[in-house]
């Protein structure tokens, strides 16, 4: 197990893309805290439709430990309070993947500030605040690890502009968190995935999903465990030496200029 006794938080773990990585850290031996807003998974129209149990509840089939706690990531007293209960019930912290985020489609016309605060508020200022209070945490563990998920739309438009720059921002964080922290033996990277089959994707039409699927190389769209295997491999040994990255895994879709 690559990940054995190791202590993870994930945020959004409740569903999609987080739910796929809670679930790969615990087939490799971690325990999972799962901070989300909710415990119940999404099911959506057109993926992620049959799925109904708790991430918690799935984590303990696989034999491992987990607790959920409830946590809104653009609130500063709930994520200080979520990484302190982590701390108290398994004794530290080693691995944060900071994966919450919404989508509000809409361009810079159509979309209102308060939609835009909401955005950024949680894609971007929910992922310094939890990097922010973890840090103190991390730094006590021989196996420090910080993931950011960030998105294609870092590197390109079309997921308007409050989503695209919070996650070009992560990006970036991810560069100067790992110069500040790489001397206490800390990894910062990022997993920037492309399309995956998750519940967040019903805002799309049936023509739109399809497209995705005609331009991505791989001829199948992304799963969250394809995210999660990622995942696994930064908060692993193998990647002790690799930090202030970022990873495409989108299946060759951003491959064609």
């Known amino acids: 197990?690559?990940?054995?006794?190791?202590?993870?938080?994930?945020?959004?773990?409740?569903?999609?893309?987080?739910?796929?990585?809670?679930?790969?850290?615990?087939?490799?031996?971690?325990?999972?805290?799962?901070?989300?807003?909710?415990?119940?998974?999404?099911?959506?129209?057109?993926?992620?439709?049959d799925v109904t149990t708790p991430t918690l509840q799935e984590i303990q089939k696989l034999g491992a430990q987990g607790i959920f706690i409830k946590t809104d990531v653009s609130d500063e007293s709930e994520v200080d309070q979520m990484i302190q209960q982590t701390v108290e019930r398994f004794g530290g912290l080693d691995i944060l993947v900071n994966n919450a985020g919404i989508h509000i489609p809409g361009g810079s016309q159509d979309i209102s500030i308060a939609d835009w605060d909401k955005v950024v508020g949680v894609n971007l200022r929910g992922v310094f605040l939890t990097t922010k209070l973890a840090i103190p945490h991390l730094k006590k563990s021989e196996f420090g690890r910080i993931i950011q998920i960030a998105s294609v739309h870092a590197y390109g438009g079309g997921a308007g502009p409050a989503y695209a720059s919070a996650k070009a921002a992560v990006v970036n964080m991810v560069r100067d968190t790992a110069l500040e922290v790489g001397e206490f033996g800390i990894t910062v990277n990022a997993i920037c995935p492309g399309y995956i089959e998750t519940a967040i994707q019903d805002y799309l039409t049936p023509e739109q999903i399809e497209e995705s699927l005609e331009k991505t190389p791989l001829q199948r769209l992304g799963l969250p465990k394809d995210i999660g295997r990622a995942a696994v491999f930064f908060a692993s040994d193998d990647a002790e030496w690799v930090t202030g990255t970022s990873l495409l895994v989108d299946g060759g879709a951003s491959a064609k200029a």
């Open 1 to 49: 197990m690559l990940l054995k006794d190791r202590i993870s938080i994930v945020t959004g773990g409740s569903s999609g893309i987080g739910r796929g990585i809670a679930l790969e850290f615990a087939r490799e031996g971690a325990c999972v805290v799962i901070a989300d807003k909710q415990e119940s998974p999404l099911r959506g129209k057109y993926h992620e439709k």
